[in-house]
């Protein structure tokens, strides 16, 4: 069901583009997948490993919001933070079809400098973490990249995950216990 402008949720920046996309604005529904499409990319592509699939899930994600747009109910959730738990619901319906693991994009911040010695060093390190990421369970990968990689909120982290704020910390906090503990191993093995 439409709603009247009066009761517009002044928290979330996309509602009066949504409420127009709705009502067949196709200019408001381009500028939202333009806001909205890079980050679902990103989070698709670190949670997959795929190109291909993660446009997949862009584009679903996306025709999903204009199935809901003309009854869109605000207060209920953020557009950002619904487009992000459908494009990680569907990121995860992937990842069971396939039963695989996911990649995660490499970690430019770790080198500081453009030699040839430190790229290699940044490539084989974003290795190492990428390796350890895929290793952890599930939930808290998933914690880790939307809380770390996405920059949500542990608010909005939770919600897309649908568990609680502390339970987020707490994958968070294990996740980052076995990383820490996965890190240290390889540094002794090397």
Known sequence: MPQSPADACVDDPDLALLRAAGLGDQSAALQLVRLHAPMLHRLAWRMLGDEHEAQDVVQETCLRLWRVAADWRAGEAKISTWLHTVAMNLSRDRLRRRRETCQVDSFDWLASEDSPEHDFERERQGERVRLALAQLPDRQREALILSHFE????????????????????????????????WLIGENAS
């Open 151 to 182: 920059g949500c909120t542990q608010t909005e982290a939770a919600t897309v995950m649908g568990v609680s704020v502390e339970a987020l910390e707490s994958l968070l906090s294990r996740a980052r216990r076995s990383l820490r503990q996965r």
